[in-house]
C-alpha cells in the first residue's frame, strides 16, 4: 500500500503538557504497525510533515483556553472525518480547568511579570463544548493500550471497544483486595472510569479519579463514604477537583459539597 492509499493520521496539540501526544510515541513494538498502516499527515511531537488535509483520523490533546484555539478547533473539525479527543485536557478542560472556579486575572497578575500581554479566556474547556467529538478516551495520561484500540477500530471500520466501567472492576480483575474496605482508605475507584488497571489501589493508595467519571456515578450515596473514611467538606472538594475538574459530575459534586 503506497502512502497516499492509508489513511491519513493527524495529532494535534491545545493546552496540554503533551504527555498523552506522546503515549503515542511510547507504543513502542505498535508504534511500527501503527506507522505502516496509516500516513501520518500532522503530528510535530514526531514527524516535521504537515499536509493540509483532510484528514481520517484526528487525535485532538488539550483544552480551549484562548479565542484562537477555539477558532482552530473549529478549522481541524472541518477537515477531520473522524476526531478523537485524548487525555483529561481535552475532555473535561484538565487541570488548567481550576480557573473557571475564580478570576482568571487573579492568576495572571500572579504567574506573569507582564500579565497585559496574556491573552485567555475565562475558563478551559473541552474540545466536546465546541466541535461535535467522534470518541473520548480519557486519562492524564491515556492508557497506551486504548490508544491502540482505538486507532485499530478507526482503521478497522468499527467503533472502540474501550471499556466504560469503574476502576472497581479492575480492581477485581487483578485481584487487589479494596484499600477501603480493608484498611478504610478513601477511594474514588467507584465513580472514576476504568483504563488504568487500577493501579494506585494495587500499591495501597486510593484512585484519585485521573479517568474522569464514569459512566455510571451516584455521589449521593459515595459522599457519605468519603466522610466515614475521615474526609471533611474541603478534602472532598479537593480530591474531586484535580485532573478532570470540570467534568459535569465531578464539577456538580464539588459544588454541591461548598453549598452544605
Not at 31 to 56: M, Q, R, T
Not at 129 to 144: T, W
Amino acid at each position: 500500500m503506497t502512502a497516499s492509499e492509508r489513511p491519513s493520521l493527524a495529532v494535534w496539540k491545545f493546552a496540554s503538557c503533551d504527555g498523552c501526544q506522546l503515549t503515542l510515541l511510547d507504543c513502542e513494538d505498535e508504534l511500527l504497525g501503527i506507522a505502516e498502516k496509516v500516513e501520518i499527515s500532522h503530528f510535530l511531537e514526531a514527524s516535521s510533515a504537515d499536509a493540509s488535509g483532510p484528514y481520517d483520523l484526528s487525535l485532538v490533546e488539550g483544552s480551549v483556553t484562548t479565542r484562537q484555539d477555539a477558532d482552530r478547533i473549529q478549522q481541524i473539525r472541518a477537515v477531520s472525518r473522524r476526531l478523537v479527543t485524548i487525555g483529561a485536557c481535552a475532555t473535561a478542560g484538565g487541570v488548567q480547568a481550576l480557573r473557571n472556579y475564580a478570576n482568571v486575572a487573579d492568576f495572571q497578575a500572579a504567574v506573569y511579570a507582564r500579565p497585559d500581554y496574556i491573552e485567555t479566556l475565562a475558563t478551559s474547556t473541552p474540545i466536546s463544548a465546541h466541535v461535535p467529538v467522534d470518541f473520548e478516551l480519557r486519562g492524564c495520561p491515556i492508557d497506551r493500550g486504548q490508544l491502540v484500540e482505538v486507532i485499530t477500530a478507526y482503521l478497522a471500520g468499527r467503533k472502540p471497544d474501550v471499556p466504560a466501567h469503574s476502576v472497581c472492576f479492575e480492581c477485581k480483575q487483578r485481584g487487589t483486595v479494596c484499600v477501603t474496605v480493608a484498611h478504610g482508605t478513601p477511594c474514588l475507584g467507584p465513580v472514576t472510569h476504568a483504563g488504568c488497571g487500577a493501579l494506585c489501589p494495587a500499591y495501597g493508595r486510593g484512585c484519585y479519579g485521573c479517568f474522569g467519571p464514569s459512566n455510571s456515578t451516584n455521589f449521593l450515596s459515595f459522599i457519605p463514604l468519603l466522610r466515614r473514611d475521615g474526609m471533611d467538606t474541603l478534602d472532598v472538594v479537593r480530591v474531586l477537583r484535580t485532573f478532570n475538574t470540570a467534568a459535569p459530575e465531578f464539577d456538580a459534586a464539588s459544588r454541591k459539597e461548598l453549598e452544605g
